[in-house]
T-cell receptor, first 117, second 114 residues
Framework: AQTVTQSQPEMSVQEAETVTLSCTYDTSESDYYLFWYKQPPSRQMILVIRQEAYKQQNATENRFSVNFQKAAKSFSLKISDSQLGDAAMYFCAYRSATRGSQGNLIFGKGTKLSVKP | KAGVTQTPRYLIKTRGQQVTLSCSPISGHRSVSWYQQTPGQGLQFLFEYFSETQRNKGNFPGRFSGRQFSNSRSEMNVSTLELGDSALYLC?????????????FGQGTRLTVV
């Protein structure tokens, strides 16, 4: 069974600085997707960034980028120029891309990010 | 374009009662998934529906059930409520069923069992 681990329950960053959130996962599959979701106090899960395992190039979305290390099964999120609105719970998630497997998301426990003004 | 709508937003029930939660997916989306979020267990997959058929199911007791209607709206039902069922229930919709389909989440229903 696949598992996702986020080893940092809480992180803090100064406004305008850069922060990196860690995520590792365990799988025997070669085809899968990885995601970072943001959950602000409003509770709605918002997709931040997505990475296909077959792509070597790291995904980037504006101030958000990932460091995807397939061999190490590591998928970290870097937030540059942090803003107050980035404060939220961040969840790393895995989804199998293997035909015949369940397509549900498997989430880590989350990292609570605080942004200091 | 309206997002995923979950109703009600908050619910308080007594142990032993049953509850029904509703999810209206984004227009044009045909797949709906349900997740339970608790402080202790985190986010756990309940089930996924596509074209009115349950496609996948998580590891939850039979007290948890769901269904999907022809307009893709989905309901989940929990019978004989237990205190441990207190949680945030999140619904996600996708355009299609399949591994590559991106999931969009609603704001959830906060269920409290007393």
């Amino acid at each position: 069974a696949q598992t996702v681990t986020q080893s940092q329950p809480e992180m803090s960053v100064q406004e305008a600085e850069t922060v990196t959130l860690s995520c590792t996962y365990d799988t025997s599959e070669s085809d899968y997707y990885l995601f970072w979701y943001k959950q602000p106090p409003s509770r709605q899960m918002i997709l931040v960034i997505r990475q296909e395992a077959y792509k070597q190039q790291n995904a980037t979305e504006n101030r958000f980028s990932v460091n995807f290390q397939k061999a190490a099964k590591s998928f970290s999120l870097k937030i540059s120029d942090s803003q107050l609105g980035d404060a939220a719970m961040y969840f790393c998630a895995y989804r199998s891309a293997t035909r015949g497997s369940q397509g549900n998301l498997i989430f880590g426990k989350g990292t609570k990010l605080s942004v200091k003004p | 374009k309206a997002g995923v709508t979950q109703t009600p937003r908050y619910l308080i029930k007594t142990r032993g009662q049953q509850v029904t939660l509703s999810c209206s997916p984004i227009s044009g989306h045909r797949s709906v998934s349900w997740y339970q979020q608790t402080p202790g267990q985190g986010l756990q997959f309940l089930f996924e529906y596509f074209s009115e058929t349950q496609r996948n199911k998580g590891n939850f007791p039979g007290r948890f059930s769901g269904r999907q209607f022809s307009n893709s709206r989905s309901e989940m039902n929990v019978s004989t409520l237990e205190l441990g069922d207190s949680a945030l229930y999140l619904c996600a919709s996708s355009r299609d069923w399949g591994m590559s389909a991106e999931a969009f989440f609603g704001q959830g229903t906060r269920l409290t069992v007393v």
